[in-house]
Every structure is written in C-alpha cells, then in structure tokens.
C-alpha cells in the first residue's frame, strides 16, 4: 500500500486516497463487499461497545470494508482525521445534530438551509427539548448577539446557502463559536472539498450530502460527516450504529468512483457556471444573477477568499418566474427540469420565494428582507452540468426570449 504522504495534490487524493488492491488477487479497483456478516476466528462480543478502531469486519452496519475505503478517502479529500458515512446527507445532518444535541442544548442555526434541515432543526429539535436560535449566519454581527445572548453548544451553517447561494464566513463563525464554548458544524455541499474545507478553516465538523459533487452522476443516494477521530468514534456510535442510517457498500463504490474525477469535474463545473453566469448576466429578460464567481455577487471578495473554486451553482431571476418556469418544464431540451444537483447533466428548478416561506423557512422582517436581497420573489437554482457551455446557453435562450 501507499505511503498517505505521496498524495499531495486535490487530484492524487480523489483517486488514490483510503483505497488499496485486494489483498487476495491483487484487484487494483476496490473491492465491493456486500457481505452483511463476516466470519471470525474468535468469539467476540455482540455490542459496539466492544468495538475498537482495530476490530475485525463484524457486521455491516458497525463497519464495512468498501464503506471504509471511502470514508478514508472523504476524510483526507476534507483535511480531517476521520470521517463516517451515512445513507444520505439527511441522515449525516440528523445523525451530526442528534449525537451532539441533549434536550436543553442549545443550537444557533443559518435562517436559509437546505429545506429538509431547515424542517428538521424547526419542527424535530424543539419536540426533543433543544433549543433552536435561526439567524442570518452571513452576518457576523447577528452570529455574535446570538452567541453572547445565551450559553450554545453548536452552530450550524450552511454555505454557499441552498437555495440563495448566500456565503457564510467559516473561518470569522469557528473563531466566534469557540470563543463562545460552542463547536462549529458546516454543511459543505455546494462546495465540495474541492472549493472549501470548513475543518481547515476552523470548523469542527463538516457535513456532506454525497449524493450531490462527491457521486457526480446522480445516481447513488449518500452522505457524510467529517472531524476528529474521537469525535466521529461517537458519531459513528450514534447515528450509525444505533440509529442505523448507514450507507449501502454498493453505493459507497459508486461515490469511490465518482469521487476520483471530482477534482476535474469541479475545475469544467466552475468553467460551464462562469460562462452561463456571465451569458445570463447579459440577456435582458434577467433581473438578477447570483453567482460567488461573478464580481458582481454581494459576497464576490468572501468568495474569493474562502473557496477555490466557485463551483457550478448558480440562481437567476426574472420578471414573471413562474410563467418562465412552465416553459422551462416542458421545453428545455438539455436541462433537466428537476431538483437536486452537482451531476454531470444540468439540472433547473423554480424556487418562488413565497411558497418556500411557507413551507420550509418561515422567515418575516428582517430575515425575509435578508433573503429576498438574494431571491427577490423567486429563483431560478441552477446546478451546472458538464455539456458545451454554448449548447447550454442557447437552451436557456429559447426559454428566455
Ligand atoms: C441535498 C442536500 C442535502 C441532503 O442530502 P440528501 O443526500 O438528499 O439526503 C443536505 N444539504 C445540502 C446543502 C444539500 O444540497
């Protein structure tokens, strides 16, 4: 095997990183192990708690040798000591949240976050007893007042935001969390490790929706969370183990082999939004585009700072989405017209403004200002593909004319 130290470079990680040749025949791509139980030579006990880093395969759900391999390669992708794996970015979020969180916790959280989290920390924590402060985590100055007004255990964020591409300082929110007794959690998907790794700017845990960048192909279901390896024993412990949410080996194969080209896919994914961002910017039936590539995004220089690479989401505006959006259901003929994102095909999906109020944010005053500052009474999300830029413009053209 490897020395861990030759692999440097983003590129040499995403494909060598975790995995090694079957020992037996010497198969250079990992091996798939759908094996549920594995045979030991010694009796061994049946709790977790017997478990230890170096126990033997026992059972799947405890651990398994194809999920392993990817764990290993998430955990040296985010620059963590370890990372665990879970049946989608849901249960990674939930299983993060859940571990950490007693009743009488206290969580300050991003108002705008992927829906099924903002449901989560709205309607499922405070029926458990923890505390839920929801602030606009772009805004240093609020994050602070909510820190200082009441003694917290996690901050959780979001960044760039779904589905507003709104950023949050990962690095200004660790030292502010810390500096308040609190950890830092980030919810990186929009990113991947590839634009940011929250761990290396502060963060204590990073949170990944596999399913999105990691796979690239849309078709394996899969998450993550990543930090040290004392915390992820206890993660792995809870939301693994005992609430079960584990990743399927065949999906974790799946996301290994996206995985090794998700450097070169981010690099064509940033070029593709640049290029579509900077053609929408110019068409006169579009009022607003967001895009933290372009200069004209709101947080442009926090961009430039905290990511690498600007990645492919983008949103867009105009005067009459929901008409536009009809259009775009039936008559787009390379996008899909479906949620969901990160994948080689180009994805589109109207987000009006007042629906999601209803539904997931609920959001009034100056958090509904805050947000409508991003998506004025609807959005286009866009999450950019891998086809010929120019191809992908003139399908939006037909769509906008
Ligand atoms: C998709 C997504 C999730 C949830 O991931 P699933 O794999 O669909 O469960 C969480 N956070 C963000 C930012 C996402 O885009």
């Known amino acids: 095997m490897h020395d861990p130290k030759a692999l440097r470079g983003i590129e040499s990680k995403a494909i060598h990183a975790g995995e090694y040749p079957d020992p037996v025949t010497g198969a250079s791509a990992p091996n798939l192990v759908m094996s549920t139980t594995f045979v030991t030579d010694e009796p061994a006990g049946f709790s977790a708690h017997d478990l230890s880093d170096d126990s033997p395969f026992l059972y799947s759900r405890w651990g398994n040798p194809t999920v392993r391999q990817l764990e290993a390669k998430i955990a040296a992708l985010e620059g963590a000591e370890s990372a665990v794996c879970t049946a989608s970015g849901m249960a990674a979020g939930s299983g993060l949240l859940l571990t950490?969180?007693?009743a009488g916790d206290r969580l300050v959280v991003s108002n705008t976050n992927y829906a099924g989290v903002a449901e989560l920390v709205r309607d499922t924590l405070p029926r458990m007893g923890i505390e839920v402060a929801v602030v606009d985590t772009s805004d240093l100055d609020e994050v602070e007042r909510a820190l200082k007004a009441k003694k917290t255990k996690l901050v959780y964020i979001e960044t760039p935001a779904?589905?507003?591409?709104?950023?949050?300082d990962v690095a200004a929110i660790a030292e502010l969390a810390h500096q308040h007794g609190?950890?830092?959690?980030v919810d990186s998907t929009f990113a991947s490790p590839v634009a940011t790794r929250p761990i290396e700017l502060g963060a204590d845990y990073v949170v990944q929706s596999l399913t999105k960048y990691y796979c690239g192909h849309g078709?394996?279901?899969?998450?993550a969370i990543a930090g040290t390896s004392e915390s992820m024993r206890a993660i792995n412990f809870e939301a693994g183990i005992h609430f079960g949410g584990v990743l399927s080996p065949f999906n974790a194969w799946m996301i290994l082999r996206g995985t090794a080209t998700l450097p070169l896919r981010m690099r064509a994914h940033?070029?593709?939004a640049l290029e579509l961002s900077g053609y929408l910017q110019n068409h006169p039936a579009v009022t607003a585009v967001m895009y933290p590539g372009l200069e004209s995004h709101p947080q442009h220089a926090l961009a430039r700072r905290q990511m690498?690479?600007?990645?492919?989401?983008?949103?867009?505006?105009?005067?009459?989405?929901?008409?536009?959006?009809?259009?775009?259901a039936?008559?787009?003929?390379?996008?899909?017209?479906?949620?969901?994102?990160?994948?080689?095909?180009?994805?589109?999906?109207w987000m009006p403004t007042e629906d999601l109020m209803s539904t997931s944010f609920r959001l009034s005053g100056d958090?509904?200002?805050?947000?409508?500052?991003?998506a004025g009474d609807g959005i286009f999300r866009v999450s950019v593909g891998l086809e010929t830029a120019q191809d992908l413009c003139a399908d939006l053209d037909h769509i906008l004319n």
Do not use: C, W
């Open 100 to 102: 950490l969180l007693s």
């Open 162 to 168: 779904n589905p507003i591409m709104r950023l949050a």
């Open 182 to 185: 609190a950890s830092l959690g």
């Open 219 to 223: 078709d394996a279901v899969g998450g």
């Open 270 to 272: 940033e070029q593709n």
């Open 308 to 328: 690498q690479n600007f990645s492919g989401m983008l949103t867009f505006q105009v005067a009459d989405g929901s008409k536009v959006a009809e259009r775009a």
């Open 330 to 349: 039936k008559e787009l003929q390379i996008f899909h017209y479906a949620v969901s994102l990160g994948h080689h095909r180009s994805l589109i999906f």
């Open 367 to 374: 958090d509904l200002k805050g947000y409508r500052e991003f």
